[in-house]
């Protein structure tokens, strides 16, 4: 297993349309890459840090995946959709970090 982090940076003068991403993006992502080894993903949103700053990711995706090779293969098939759909709720460029569960 694989879990992907997409992570949304916040900050003064960002735009993020929560809407549109929770009833729109998330379900073309779970519909498009679940045949394809997505096997949860999970939304998270940045509240602040422990001494009281601004969160520095406003939203995180989560996106556990059977593998390495399924993300890339996912991305591979349907990228260019899911990836195009981005400006359609944000104005942020989100860091997109691969992570693996130590054992």
């Known amino acids: 297993m694989i879990l992907i982090s997409v ?8 735009t993020f349309d929560m809407g549109y991403y929770l009833g729109h993006h998330m379900p073309l992502v779970r519909e498009r890459w ?3 080894g997505l096997h949860e993903a999970k939304i998270v949103r940045g509240t602040g840090t422990p001494d ?14 059977d593998s390495e090779e399924a993300f890339k293969a996912a991305v591979d098939r349907h990228g260019d959709e899911i990836f195009g759909d981005i400006p359609k709720f944000t104005d942020v460029q989100p860091v997109v970090q691969l992570n693996d569960f130590p054992e």
């Open 7 to 14: 992570m949304y940076p916040g900050g003064a003068g960002t």
């Open 34 to 36: 679940r045949p394809l």
């Open 52 to 65: 009281g700053k601004p969160a520095p990711y406003q939203v995180m995706a989560l996106l556990t995946f």
